[in-house]
C-alpha cells in the first residue's frame, strides 16, 4: 500500500474511527513531509544562489589579485626603466667630469688650482655615491644584491678604511683611531666589498655629524657556536649624540634624524638602511648606542668563515706594473661622446699605448677588420650600431676566420646587474662602469687581457 492509495473503509464503527484517524495522520505527514520539502527546496535555491555569488565573488578578487599584480609588476619594470636611464643620463657627464678634474690634477696646477679641482672631484664623488645608493636600494629590493665571498684579511679592512677617511678626520681637527684585536688579524671569508661599504656608510656618517673629539673604529672576531665566526665592527664618535625618539628612522630609507641633517649636511638618508640590509644578508645585524651629548656608536655584526692560507694579491703587480705592461699594446675605443673620447686618451697618455678612438660600433667593426688590435674599448649606447651588435659581428668574423678572440672590454654608463649580466653573455672580456677611473680601467684592461691569454710578461 502506498501513502497516496485509497484505503477500503470497513463496515464496521470501530474500523471507521481507526480509519478516520489514519487518514487525518496521513494527511498530516503529507502535509508535513510537503512542508519540509518546500524547506529544503528553498534552502537549496538560497545555497545555490550564495554559491554563484560566492563564485562571481572570488571570480572578481581574483581578477582584481591578477590586475593588481600586472600593474605592480609594469611599475617595478618601469621603475627599473627609470632607474637605469637616469642611472646612464647622469653617469655619462658624470664621467666627463671627474675625468677631466683628473686631467687637470695631472697637467701641473699651482696649489689654489689644486685645491679647486679637489672639490670639483669630490663633489663629483659624492653625486656618484648617491647614484650607486640609489642603485643598490634597487637591487635589494628586487633581491639581486650580488655578494661575492672570497678570502680577505682583516687587516688589509683598517687598512683602506684609514687611507681613505683619515685625512677627511684631520680635515675636520678630529682624531682619527683604529683598533684591531688579535683575534682579528685573521683572513676570513665574506665580500670585502660589502664589508667596506658598510663600514664607509658608518665612518662617513660619524666624520659628518662630529665636530670636536674623535672617531674610533674597532674591529673583533668572536667565535660562535654555529662553526663559524661573529665580524663585530663597531664606530663610535663625539658627536652631539641622538635622542632616543629620533633612533628608529636612521635606518628608515630616505630618513635622516631629523629635518635639519639635510640642510646642513645633505645626504639620500639611504647609507644606514642599505647596511642594515647588508649585514641582514649576511647573517648580521646592525644596532646603535647613543645618548645625546655623549656621542654615538654603531655596532654591525655579520658571520664569516675564518681561514688559513693567503689572500692572491693579482700576480702581484700592482696597478702601475700593469700600467707598463700595457705600452706597447694598440687598442681601439668606440665611443661617441667627444669628452668621453677626449677622458679616454688622458687616462691611457701615460700608460704609453696606442690609442685608436671610433665613433660608433660600425666603424670598429671596420676598424678592427683593417688593423690587428690587442684590445677593443666598447662603449654601449652608440648611434648608427651599438656595442653589442659590434662585438656580436667582430665574434662572428672571429670564428668565421679561425681567429683567436680580441679582448673587448665594456665601457659603459649602463651599470645594473642585469645589464653587465647581458655585455658579458654577449661576448664582451669584462665591464668597467663610467664614470671611470684610470687605476680601474688599466685593472680592467689588464685582467681582460690576462683572461684571454695576451698579458705580455
Keep these: 500500500m502506498y501513502l497516496r492509495d485509497p484505503i477500503a473503509v470497513p463496515a464496521d464503527s470501530v474500523s ?39 563564485e562571481q565573488a572570488v571570480h572578481e578578487r581574483t581578477q582584481e589579485l591578477v590586475e593588481s599584480r600586472v600593474a605592480a609588476e609594469s611599475a617595478n619594470e618601469a ?27 695631472d697637467s701641473g696646477l699651482s696649489d689654489e688650482q689644486a685645491k679647486l679641482v679637489t672639490i670639483l672631484g669630490d663633489s663629483g664623488r659624492l653625486l656618484l655615491a648617491i647614484i650607486n645608493d640609489v642603485l643598490d636600494i634597487s637591487k635589494i629590493e628586487a633581491g639581486k644584491l650580488e655578494f661575492e665571498i672570497i678570502p680577505y684579511q682583516l687587516t688589509e679592512l683598517l687598512d683602506g678604511m684609514r687611507h681613505h677617511y683619515q685625512f677627511r678626520a684631520r680635515e675636520k681637527g678630529l682624531e682619527f683611531h683604529t683598533e684591531l684585536t688579535p683575534a682579528a688579524r685573521c683572513l676570513v671569508k665574506t665580500d670585502p666589498v660589502r664589508l667596506q661599504q658598510v663600514v664607509g656608510n658608518l665612518l662617513s656618517n660619524a666624520i659628518k655629524f ?39 628612522r636612521l635606518f628608515e630609507r630616505f630618513s635622516q634624524a631629523n629635518a635639519s641633517v639635510t640642510r646642513v649636511h645633505g645626504g639620500t638618508g639611504l647609507g644606514l638602511a642599505i647596511s642594515r640590509h647588508i649585514c641582514e644578508l649576511m647573517e648580521g645585524e646592525i ?85 690587428r688590435y690587442d684590445m677593443v674599448l666598447m662603449d654601449i649606447n652608440m648611434p648608427v650600431m651599438d656595442g653589442i651588435e659590434a662585438t656580436r659581428r667582430i665574434r662572428e668574423l672571429e670564428s668565421r676566420n679561425m681567429q683567436e678572440p680580441t679582448p673587448i672590454l665594456a665601457v659603459s654608463a649602463n651599470a ?19 664614470p671611470i677611473s684610470r687605476e680601474s680601467l688599466v685593472e680592467a684592461m689588464a685582467t681582460a687581457l690576462r683572461a684571454e691569454g695576451r698579458w705580455p710578461e
Design 16 to 54: 471507521r474511527r481507526r480509519y478516520l484517524r489514519e487518514r487525518v495522520a496521513r494527511e498530516e505527514a503529507e502535509a508535513l513531509l510537503e512542508g519540509k520539502s518546500r524547506e529544503l527546496y528553498d534552502a537549496n535555491q538560497r545555497l545555490q544562489g550564495l554559491l554563484s555569488t560566492m
Design 79 to 105: 621603475k627599473s626603466v627609470f632607474l637605469a636611464s637616469m642611472s646612464h643620463e647622469i653617469r655619462t657627464p658624470l664621467n666627463g667630469i671627474l675625468g677631466m678634474a683628473q686631467a687637470l690634477d
Design 210 to 248: 662630529t665636530e670636536v673629539g674623535s672617531v674610533t673604529l674597532s674591529v673583533d672576531v668572536i667565535p660562535h657556536r654555529s662553526g663559524k665566526s661573529v665580524l663585530s665592527i663597531k664606530v663610535k664618535d663625539t658627536g652631539p649624540g641622538i635622542p632616543k625618539a629620533q633612533q628608529f
Design 287 to 371: 644596532s646603535l648606542r647613543s645618548v645625546p651629548g655623549e656621542g654615538a656608536e654603531f655596532h654591525a655584526k655579520v658571520m664569516v668563515e675564518e681561514t688559513k692560507g693567503k689572500v692572491a694579491q693579482c700576480n702581484g703587480r700592482s696597478t702601475t706594473d700593469a700600467g707598463r705592461s700595457l705600452s706597447n699594446l694598440r687598442v681601439l675605443a668606440a665611443e661617441d661622446n667627444r669628452t668621453n673620447q677626449v677622458v679616454l686618451k688622458h687616462m691611457l697618455k701615460k700608460v704609453g699605448l696606442t690609442l685608436d678612438i671610433v665613433d660608433n660600433g660600425e666603424k670598429a667593426v671596420q676598424a678592427w677588420q683593417k688593423t
Design 416 to 434: 645594473m646587474v642585469h645589464q653587465v649580466a647581458g655585455y658579458l653573455s654577449k661576448g664582451m672580456s669584462g665591464h668597467v662602469a663610467k
